[in-house]
């Protein structure tokens, strides 16, 4: 079956920057992905590719089979993106945006299917509405529909929940997850780690324009599931039994990294056993950048 | 084709929401030209002999608001779009260069046909207007509209801020129509400034359009067409290059 997205050698510089550095990366048919990656990490930049926002220096990006470049059109038509900026055009209604984009991709008697999106995303009492007078939450909601008025195959959603409240999420979630059992490629960058763990099948990871890790989301969670235990000590020295976890001091605090956090007790013990005094305590989940370092780390080991 | 057709339709409503500012104003301002030029000069100028000043007048400031209006159409269109970001919405979709190209055209010469067109029908108030040959009118009308409409685009493309777009309106725009013989013939200038005058594609625009009301021209309309049409073909050549390119709307 061919890949919904199928990227191969990507490169894109912006003046010093190289936002892309060598890209690989296929997402099948129907499947759930997550492109996760700090700010500045490339995510934004790929999509741009994929959506003819902006064209690589080198390497191919093909949507369904449809190369980009060459053959936009199809492109184009087989994929719907949700921008990370809330963008609107202030002269029209919800209707009217809705009915203009369908025009755009050559559907002029598509009110059947815009009454539908606009009840799933809870936007039929806005219909009438001009887009000035919506909330945020509503207007990114509105940008949602506009990716789904031409029934793309493939829908890209770019920080699809920053700056949404707590409810509209969930909302929002539970709409994408539906659009997923019915066939839809869903493709979606985050920040927030645990939105990806509770949604995606399978997860890149990108950093500085490469990707750093590619793997089904229990596995890359499997490595990721471990505490960082911060502790100050009198004397202010670990045990050989602890050594080998130790991380960088920080802030004055020894740094043990711990698989699971059930290990703790044991850390303690160990240091209670050598007469060490511990002074002060933390406990830290590792964020998503150490998760990176982490996994790079891997990577390098593996390699 | 239904591509092309609602992003015409959506250029159309663009500027048709806000007639009031879009087509009425320009139509005011063009009355209140020519209150005053005609009242001040008529009974001092004749340009073509049996042709009142005023009635020389009124095509000249027709054309002028055609032509400009044409520009804000498509030039105000982008940079908004650009600022606000919603032009993102158009460059996601299957549309081709040309035919976003063609839209943007299309919309600009309705816009500035229907205020050139106001501000003739509000000039018959003054006293009927002659038109023996409305076919040349309408062909100058049509090509100019889509030589500003064309300029318009680019400036609004290649403009990151509204200043830009006023300098450009302000300091190249302007000055050309005002120095392309709306309120005079070029040869009742001095000779160096009717030669200046010829390098100026305004100025074929204007007399074109004029010789549609007067059958008298300072230019073969022929002529005149062939420089229109051939400035309207070479900036939609460039325009459509730019479109293709990306150039400052794909990064």
């Known amino acids: 079956m061919t890949p919904a997205i199928e990227?191969?050698?990507?490169?894109?510089?912006?003046?010093?920057?190289?936002?892309?550095?060598?890209?690989?990366?296929?997402?099948?048919?129907?499947?759930?992905?997550?492109l996760l990656g700090p700010n500045g990490a490339g995510k934004t930049t790929l999509i741009s590719i994929l959506a003819g926002l902006a064209r690589p220096d080198r390497g191919e990006a093909r949507v369904m089979g449809h190369h980009v470049v060459r053959d936009y059109r199809a492109a184009r038509r087989a994929l719907g993106v949700v921008p990370q900026e809330l963008v609107f055009d202030p002269f029209f209604t919800v209707r009217e945006t809705l009915r203009i984009q369908s025009g755009y991709f050559g559907l002029t008697h598509?009110?059947?299917?815009i009454d539908e999106i606009l009840d799933h995303l809870d936007l039929t009492a806005k219909a009438n509405a001009n887009m000035r007078t919506l909330s945020g939450g509503m207007k990114r909601r509105v940008l949602v529909a506009q990716a789904l008025v031409h029934r793309p195959p493939v829908i890209i959603l770019?920080?699809?929940?920053?700056?949404?409240?707590?409810?509209?999420?969930?909302?929002?979630?539970?709409?994408i997850r539906r659009l997923n059992q019915a066939g839809h490629t869903i493709v979606l960058t985050t920040h927030y780690l645990e939105e990806a763990e509770t949604l995606c099948s399978r997860v890149a990871m990108l950093k500085s324009?490469?990707?750093?890790?590619?793997?089904?989301?229990a596995n890359l969670l499997a490595g990721l599931s471990g505490v960082h235990l911060k502790v100050r000590l009198e004397p202010d020295r670990l045990p050989e039994a602890l050594r080998a976890r130790a991380l960088p001091v920080s802030g004055g605090l020894q740094v043990i990294a711990l698989e699971r956090a059930a290990l703790v007790a044991d850390a303690?013990?160990?240091?209670?056993?050598?007469?060490?005094?511990?002074?002060?305590?933390?406990?830290?989940?590792?964020?998503?950048?150490?998760?990176?370092?982490?996994?790079?780390?891997?990577e390098e080991r593996a390699a | 084709m239904s591509g092309f057709l609602t992003l015409l339709r959506k250029e159309l409503l663009r500027f048709w929401k806000v007639a009031f500012q879009t087509v009425a104003a320009p139509i005011l301002t063009a009355a209140l030209y020519l209150l005053v030029f005609s009242h001040v000069l008529e009974a001092h100028v004749q340009v073509y002999p049996g042709v009142s000043y005023t009635a020389f007048l009124v095509p000249g400031l027709a054309m002028m608001s055609l032509l400009q209006n044409a520009f804000a159409n498509t030039s105000s269109s982008l940079i908004q779009s650009k600022i606000t970001g919603n032009i993102v919405f158009v460059l996601l979709t299957p549309l081709s260069h040309a035919e976003l190209y063609w839209a943007y055209i299309c919309a600009a010469v309705v816009r500035g046909v229907m205020v050139g067109a106001g501000v003739f029908a509000v000039t018959l108030i003054t006293g009927p207007v002659p038109l023996p040959h409305p076919l040349w009118a309408a062909a100058f009308a049509v090509l100019g509209g889509g030589i500003l409409g064309a300029l318009g685009l680019i400036a609004g493309i290649w403009a990151d801020k509204f200043d830009q777009l006023a300098a450009f309106q302000n300091f190249v725009i302007v000055p050309l129509t005002f120095l392309s013989g709306v309120f005079y013939s070029v040869h009742s200038l001095p000779p160096f400034w009717q030669a200046a005058s010829h390098l100026n594609p305004f100025f074929y625009m204007i007399d074109g359009f004029r010789y549609g009301?007067?059958?008298?021209?300072?230019?073969?309309p022929l002529t005149g067409l062939c420089i229109v049409g051939a400035t309207f073909g070479g900036?939609?050549?460039?325009?459509?290059?730019?479109?293709?390119s990306g150039w400052k709307l794909r990064s």
Do not use: C, H, M
């Not at chain 1, 920057?17 to 992905?33: I, K």
């Not at chain 1, 160990?270 to 996994?295: H, K, M, N, S, T």
């Open chain 2, 235 to 244: 900036l939609s050549f460039v325009s459509l290059r730019l479109l293709r």
């Open chain 2, 213 to 220: 009301f007067f059958g008298v021209s300072d230019i073969a």
């Open chain 1, 158 to 175: 770019d920080e699809p929940t920053a700056g949404v409240d707590v409810e509209l999420r969930q909302g929002l979630w539970a709409f």
């Open chain 1, 110 to 113: 598509n009110d059947a299917w």
């Open chain 1, 209 to 217: 324009g490469r990707v750093v890790a590619l793997d089904t989301t």
């Open chain 1, 7 to 34: 990227v191969s050698g990507l490169g894109k510089r912006y003046g010093g920057v190289q936002a892309l550095d060598g890209v690989d990366l296929e997402v099948a048919q129907g499947e759930f992905f997550a």
């Open chain 1, 268 to 298: 303690l013990a160990a240091l209670r056993a050598e007469g060490i005094q511990v002074l002060d305590v933390q406990l830290e989940q590792p964020d998503l950048e150490e998760a990176f370092l982490r996994l790079v780390g891997r």
